[in-house]
């Protein structure tokens, strides 16, 4: 169970670098203005939502392992409120991917302060979600 555990957050952890940086990149890519750098920008948004993709997947993966481990955690209500906040996390990964299609195909219609914004969501998702497994309130 505490290998379980320790992948589950190693994961978390890969998952988030990504959730964090490439957001950042967006606010970049969105102020770039010449061709070199907007490709250099795709090659990058590519390459790290395919690393945050594997880090994403292994985290719910070794979630779901723990919970198949001790059902008895779905009785508690900390993990009943954090599975609904990893499901959001999971719509922004997704979303980040249309933001990167739109980015790459040159259909950007935010601003670079848009993004910017867009970037302090997964930090609030994160305070949550390690309030909740740790505290267990």
């Not at 990167?100 to 601003?111: A, Q, V, Y």
């Amino acid at each position: 169970m505490l290998w379980l555990k320790a992948f589950h957050i190693i994961f978390v952890v890969t998952w988030f670098a990504g959730l964090f940086y490439l957001p950042r990149l967006f606010v970049y890519h969105a102020a770039a203005s010449d061709a070199i750098s907007r490709e250099r920008f795709v090659v990058m948004e590519r390459r790290l939502f395919v690393l945050m993709t594997v880090g994403g997947g292994l985290a719910i993966a070794f979630g779901v392992s723990l919970v198949i481990a001790s059902p008895a955690y779905l009785d508690f209500l900390w993990l009943r409120v954090k599975l609904p906040l990893v499901g959001a996390l999971v719509l922004y990964h997704l979303w980040c991917y249309q933001l990167i299609r739109d980015l790459r195909d040159g259909r950007n219609t935010r601003s670079q302060r848009w993004y910017r914004i867009f970037n302090e969501v997964p930090g609030i998702l994160l305070i949550a979600i390690v309030v909740l497994a740790v505290v267990k309130p």
